[in-house]
């Protein structure tokens, strides 16, 4: 993982599995926002062995990108791997959005985030490691659900639903500041 400063500057990299931690430094992670030709969203449960918010319902999926690889490059790598899928038109749409949360195990997530749509043509075929269950949804049912009940959605889905577009939103990136849950 590529760990950076707060204006997104590279630090350094470390292993994932040493960096989610109760003491997480900031890194580089990205979240993407699959939609197909009838304009529906893929929402995704993570699965029950995820170290960080295990069987919580998110956006498509998520990811850190690798030294020296894109946005680009990282979403479609990671597509591949937990869906078993090809993303067609990756755009950004926050690309300063940011956050720290901090899972009920203690665990903290704290990432300079771009956020990204992406088009998906089909259905995915998730890898179990990372997806337990999905569903398209039409984007006024997801934001409904966001604001009804935000505790079942991964605290990152939460900040950027009323931020995106997509949504409804300004297109705005929020972000958390330093040291808040």
Not at 151 to 164: H, R
Request: aromatic share 6%.
């Amino acid at each position: 993982m590529v760990l950076v400063a707060p204006d997104g500057r590279p630090l350094g990299t470390a292993l994932k599995s040493a960096v989610h931690t109760a003491h997480t430094p900031l890194h580089r992670g990205f979240s993407c926002h699959l939609t197909n030709p009838l304009g529906q969203v893929l929402v995704t449960r993570r699965s029950l062995t995820k170290r960080t918010w295990p069987g919580v319902w998110t956006n498509s999926f998520c990811g850190h990108p690798a030294p020296g690889e894109s946005l680009e490059e990282a979403v479609v790598r990671h597509a591949r791997h937990e869906l078993t899928i090809e993303v067609t038109d990756v755009t950004p749409v926050l690309p300063d959005f940011s956050y720290r949360a901090v899972d009920a195990s203690g665990v903290v997530e704290h990432e300079i985030c771009p956020v990204v749509t992406a088009a998906l043509d089909g259905d995915p075929v998730p890898n179990p490691d990372e997806v337990l269950d999905w569903r398209w949804t039409s984007t006024d049912r997801l934001r409904a659900a966001v604001d009804a009940a935000p505790w079942a959605f991964s605290p990152w889905l939460v900040l950027q639903v009323p931020a995106m577009a997509l949504y409804g939103g300004a297109g705005e990136s929020p972000h958390t500041p330093e040291g808040s849950p």
